[in-house]
């Protein structure tokens, strides 16, 4: 198949890397990436910017393209001007830090394959429960499997797939379930600090809740060893407030 790779973490990142050795050994991947890290910037897209394209080697040899833009900027000017023919899918990540709950809203893993989705190709965000792994070989072994599985089966149109893997080496893992996004999410809190001319700055610091009580959800499979696979859609229409709304006096 062909395959558009992208993440949030930028194109030098240790995860976009596994994902490209691991995917290239069956299918011809294109990586079109940030430039510089994009984390949490949700599904934004650059308008009142120019967006720049720069190619970029790894390990000697052409890896991909460097783009001055967000990750959902790089599936929309992949699809639109840098690819000769279309992908038959588009992966992202493999994002460090879990993205389940609250934060898949956040998330420019997860929108970049959102995008793609939108844009009519099946999609699947990948992230890994850790923020420093040490061992990508759990994703390594079951992302291919499922990447081939998505390209005999598709997917529904606008939906994609938010994958989660634990972090533990691939034999430590206990299995995959079909979870639904949880209610988890960040305690957040502002650290203030004082910069070296007397200013006041504020930086966001972030602990996550330690599970979802609800033992279906996307972060409970996490804590229990799981990888998590979600099926997520970009229509935030609440069809059960529908008939409701429509009996107010508007």
């Known amino acids: 198949m062909r395959i558009l790779l992208t993440n949030d973490d930028g194109i030098y990142a240790k995860g976009i890397e596994v994902l490209y050795t691991a995917l290239s050994k069956e299918h011809e991947v ?28 790894r390990n000697g040899s052409f890896f991909g393209y460097a783009l001055t833009g967000t990750p959902a900027d790089c599936v929309k000017i992949a699809i639109n001007e840098l690819l000769d023919q279309i992908p038959h899918l588009v992966v992202s990540g493999i994002n460090l830090g879990a993205n389940v709950g609250v934060n898949v809203i956040y998330s420019g893993t997860v929108s970049a394959a959102t ?27 079951f ?18 797939l938010n994958v989660n893997i634990p972090n533990l080496s691939a034999p430590e893992v206990r299995g995959v379930r079909v979870t639904h996004q949880g209610r988890m999410k960040s305690l957040e809190r502002y650290d203030r600090r004082i910069d070296p001319r007397n200013h006041i700055y504020y930086w966001l610091c972030n602990s996550l809740i330690e599970k979802d009580a609800d033992p279906s959800a996307d972060s409970s499979a996490l804590a229990d060893g799981f990888i998590s696979v979600t099926p997520i859609q970009h229509d935030l229409t609440s069809y059960p407030m529908l008939d409701g709304l429509k009996g107010w006096d508007l």
């Open 115 to 141: 995008e793609g989705a939108v844009l009519g190709i099946p999609s699947i965000a990948v992230s890994i429960d850790a923020f420093e792994p040490t061992d990508f070989s759990a994703a390594e072994k």
């Open 143 to 160: 992302i291919p499997k499922l990447v081939n599985m998505v390209g005999e089966r598709s997917l529904p149109p606008g939906v994609s």
């Open 30 to 57: 294109t990586v079109v990436a940030p430039e510089t890290e994009q984390s949490a910037v949700g599904h934004a897209i650059t308008w009142l910017n120019p967006l720049r394209v720069n190619l970029v080697n």
